[in-house]
């Protein structure tokens, strides 16, 4: 699936929906590690990004996203509009991430689908 067909909005600019498929997903549960603990902790020290962190969580939602994508297109879909992220604490240190949406059939506006068609 294409990224530019996936928006957090609800419509597609120059697509018209024709089908909704329901809700689709990807979902990860992630815990820190011992070793990214301590380099967390040592670069708080200093304050500022906590690469260590903020590369474990873009790491995550990339894979919550593309699970998501994965499933929309199990689905039959070839858009998802609604797109959200949710994180969930399950535990100290282990994290739920979720990445979900609406898994839609989108037309370009003005093509004439096939059975639309006269014959």
């Not at 498929?21 to 603990?37: N, P």
């Not at 499933?71 to 535990?91: Q, W």
């Amino acid at each position: 699936m294409l990224h530019a067909m996936i928006t957090t909005a609800f419509t597609l600019p120059g697509y018209k929906l024709t089908e909704s498929h329901g809700i689709c997903r990807g979902l990860l549960v992630r815990s820190r590690s011992v070793a990214g603990d301590a380099i967390g902790s040592l670069e708080s020290v200093f304050g500022g990004d906590i690469s260590v962190y903020t590369d474990l969580c873009e790491e995550t939602r990339g894979e919550a996203y593309i699970l998501m994508s994965d499933h929309a297109d199990k689905m039959g879909a070839n858009a998802i509009i609604g797109m959200r992220y949710d994180t969930t604490e399950l535990k100290q240190g282990l994290t739920e991430v979720l990445c979900y949406g609406t898994a839609v059939t989108a037309v370009r506006e003005g093509r004439v689908q096939r059975e639309d068609r006269q014959e």
